[in-house]
């Protein structure tokens, strides 16, 4: 006998090897002198020493290796499988539907340790409460302590490891302080069975459309049947109460919930929601954990130790000792793509694995994505609507202001220079009337930084990535102003991060004239600073609360300036698409969009709907409290055709409109695609790979062939980009002809010092 095994190398095949010579390379505890499948083995290839995973036991006629040729493993690592054969069919399926070598398949899906050949036992801190302690344990001036003890409080009666909790802003020295004085107390996690869940809060009542979403989730939940869910519902309409309910039922029947989420939306406030309801042994894994901690999340899923799994992309790939329920929330955000390696979609995963574990899979949004929406014309998604929001919010109206009738607000400098603040006379007033009442204000800028380009006004030079086809970012500080180089003035790259002072003179002509164009999160925060300044202290009446990856870049500033938005008190915040993702301000009742109307006018053909995605995601933050909300978008363009569609009609029926586009024009999703992008030092040696993959099509392809042409930002990084697009009305055609294609073209001799990558059902190009 001999075992196939899977390597994490990248050639589209897998090696056979033989038994070891002796049982002392197996681990103890292994019932047969043979290394079960979805076992980890360690084996010499080449000059490495690889670890791999047997896929299948073949007898040794079956090996097209001459017997002479064939290596024994080195040793076994696992006297049990760690993948089970689901596991290893959906590495089948991701290798075959994203043509992507098994061997890599199967690294992506497995934790770094794993892949190291660690042990699976690990034995990692815990902390939690002690019981019998309450708030009134702490003293009055405790205020930090009593803090961060709420934090760890936040994780209910278990707690959490010591590693999440750092993340989450913890320090070591308080966890410490507070076990000697006897109110928390470190354990190691056992491996026994965890509780049964229970209900920690009750239950909301719910409105008729969620009933009836919960009723048919539930339904499909215990026939054991797969059944796709598109929860279509507006912001606000309560998507989160469905799921709450639906995952309810579906956890006491002893069954795993898998909740993934966008990667942005991951503060604590997340878990919150969920530990507030359930008392449930919940795991969260995303990109900030370390290995030691994605492993112990990883054996958690696998051993069905955690009820509730809270995830970003990543997670889809998990192991499940018993799933019951997927939830992919927020589904149509773009960082559900995995946009390197294996390109996978985690929404059209979680389909696949619901289809394959017999469970249903409700895809929540208030703005389905093209895709979706088509599955449910076809009938592969089952569509329940929520079309208003519980209790008294309202969903706010949307007005737009015409910038060309009025021109931008004015102000002045100390030193008498004028200055446009970008903001129309209009949207001040009704920010000041939202201040002066009680309530804030969200202003949403899709762009961080100071300003997007610096220019010289005498002879139009611009300031530009000496890597990149793009111009680099103003960062750039009022307060610092004494010195220009000072740490937070600064020209920046925002796809190489390469980094540069700013001139003083233009470096071509050195004239002093140089100037900002355009604006950042910063300026704008700097101008709302200006306008609704006291103009005698200069001191702000209003805090002004910028948030974007500048702003939270440190590990606690989300969740501080969640503290101080949640004070209620009357303030502008300023956010880029951050603040888009499922937030609830209850207090925000105006939100207001200066440009972000832009992207309507991009060449992109999916600009229009990421755009309108983005737009009503942001709108919806405003009045979800008990007091309506209303959100002013300002624009150049106030006839432009979409625009006016989705300011009229709403975002379901603009959705309709472009799909019907892409049916007449033979776009995705009314076409499959699939993206060649070939990377090099040279424009020319790119383009010739693409020419000859061309070349080799075979005949009677029956694909649209676009290409090669530049990718949208074709230098980056000093290597250049170029990309070939096949566009297929059949999903099977396509990929017959990438079978016989793909691997031919990779061995293509002038594909040879270049990256080549295939994405199969690309979301950008
Ligand atoms: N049946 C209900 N009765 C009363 N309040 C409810 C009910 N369902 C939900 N809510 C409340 O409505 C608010 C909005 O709900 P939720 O955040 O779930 O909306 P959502 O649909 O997820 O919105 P978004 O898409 O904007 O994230 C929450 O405060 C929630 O507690
Ligand atoms: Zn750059």
Request: charged share 20%.
């Given at each position: ?479 610092s102003?004494s010195n220009s180089y000072s740490s937070s003035s600064y ?9 540069a002072y700013i001139p003083t ?261």
């Open positions: 006998m001999l075992l196939q095994v899977a390597l994490p190398v990248p050639l589209y095949r897998v090696f056979d090897y033989s038994l070891p010579a002796d049982s002392s390379a197996l681990p103890n505890g292994t019932s047969s002198h043979i290394p079960p499948i979805g076992s980890r083995i360690e084996v010499s290839f080449g000059r490495q020493t690889l670890i791999g995973i047997v896929i299948a036991h073949i007898a040794a006629a079956d090996s097209d290796v001459p017997v002479n040729k064939i290596k024994p493993i080195n040793k076994c690592l696992d006297a049990e499988p760690i993948l089970d054969a689901s596991m290893l069919k959906m590495a089948h399926w991701l290798a075959r539907y994203y043509h992507y070598p098994l061997g890599d398949v199967l690294a992506v899906m497995l934790p770094t340790l794993v892949r190291q050949g660690k042990p699976l036992d690990l034995l990692i801190t815990h902390w939690r409460i002690l019981p019998h302690v309450s708030d009134d344990d702490f003293r009055a001036n405790a205020k930090k302590q009593k803090q961060q003890f709420d934090m760890l409080k936040l994780h209910g009666e278990h707690g959490a490891s010591e590693d999440i909790l750092l993340l989450e802003g913890m320090q070591r020295s308080f966890l410490k302080a507070l076990e000697e004085k006897g109110l928390i107390e470190r354990y190691i996690q056992s491996k026994q069975a965890p509780a049964p869940v229970k209900l920690a809060t009750m239950p909301l009542d719910l409105n008729e459309e969620q009933q009836l979403a919960v009723a048919v989730i539930i339904a499909a939940h215990e026939a054991k049947q797969y059944t796709g869910f598109l929860l279509n519902g507006i912001t606000g309409s309560g998507k989160t109460e469905v799921y709450l309910q639906a995952m309810q039922a579906v956890l006491e029947a002893g069954k795993q919930v898998l909740i993934l989420v966008p990667e942005i939306g991951l503060t604590p406030q997340t878990r919150a929601r969920f530990a507030s309801r359930f008392a449930a042994h919940i795991v969260l894994l995303h990109s900030g954990m370390n290995n030691t901690h994605r492993l112990q999340g990883w054996q958690d899923c696998r051993t069905g130790h955690a009820q509730i799994i809270i995830g970003t992309r990543s997670a889809v790939l998990y192991p499940f000792a018993n799933l019951g329920l997927i939830v992919v929330d927020e589904a149509h955000d773009g960082s559900y793509k995995q946009q390197d390696t294996l390109r996978y979609h985690a929404a059209d995963v979680a389909l696949y694995r619901g289809l394959q574990a017999n469970v249903p899979v409700v895809l929540g949004t208030a703005t389905p994505s093209l895709e979706h929406l088509k599955l449910v014309d076809d009938g592969k998604l089952v569509e329940c609507q929520l079309q208003t929001r519980p209790g008294n919010a309202k969903l706010a109206t949307m007005q737009l202001i015409d910038a060309r009738l009025q021109s931008t607000h004015q102000q002045t400098t100390a030193a008498g220079a004028h200055y446009d603040t970008g903001l129309t006379d209009a949207l001040i007033g009704a920010i000041q009337q939202t201040l002066e009442a009680g309530d804030q204000v969200l202003i949403f800028l899709n762009r961080r930084g100071y300003a997007p380009v610096l220019l010289c006004e005498a002879c139009g030079w611009q300031a530009d990535c000496p890597r990149c086809d793009a111009h680099l970012t103003v960062h750039y500080n009022s307060q102003q020209l920046k790259c925002h796809h190489c991060d390469w980094q003179v233009c470096p071509d002509c050195g004239s002093q004239n140089l100037n900002t164009k355009g604006m950042g999160t910063t300026r704008l925060s700097e101008n709302l600073h200006a306008i609704f300044a006291n103009p005698q202290t200069s001191k702000e009446l209003y805090p002004i609360i910028q948030i974007d990856r500048d702003t939270t870049r440190r590990k606690d500033s989300w969740e501080n300036i969640y503290q101080r938005i949640n004070e209620g008190t009357p303030a502008i915040l300023v956010g880029t698409q951050m603040v888009a993702k499922g937030h609830h301000f209850p207090n925000v009742t105006l939100v207001c969009l200066p440009n972000a109307d832009r992207g309507f006018l991009s060449a992109d053909f999916r600009s229009p709907e990421h755009t309108a995605q983005l737009m009503i995601q942001v709108a919806g933050r405003a009045g979800r409290g008990d007091k309506s909300g209303r959100v002013l978008i300002q624009t150049l363009q106030p006839d432009n055709e979409l625009l006016l569609k989705l300011v009229k009609d709403g975002y379901l029926s603009f959705a309709r409109k472009l799909l019907q586009e892409r049916k007449m024009m033979g776009l995705p999703p009314h076409s499959h695609a699939a993206l060649i992008r070939c990377e090099g030092k040279t424009l020319a040696a790119t383009t010739q790979a693409l020419k000859d993959a061309i070349a080799i099509l075979p005949n009677g392809h029956n694909l649209a062939v676009l290409g090669p042409i530049d990718a949208p930002m074709s230098k980056k990084n000093s290597r250049y980009h170029v990309q070939l697009l096949l566009l297929g009305k059949d999903r099977q055609q396509l990929h017959r002809v990438l079978n016989h294609w793909w691997q031919p073209v990779l061995a293509l001799p002038s594909a040879k010092y270049l990256k080549l990558t295939l994405d199969i059902d690309p979301v950008g190009w």
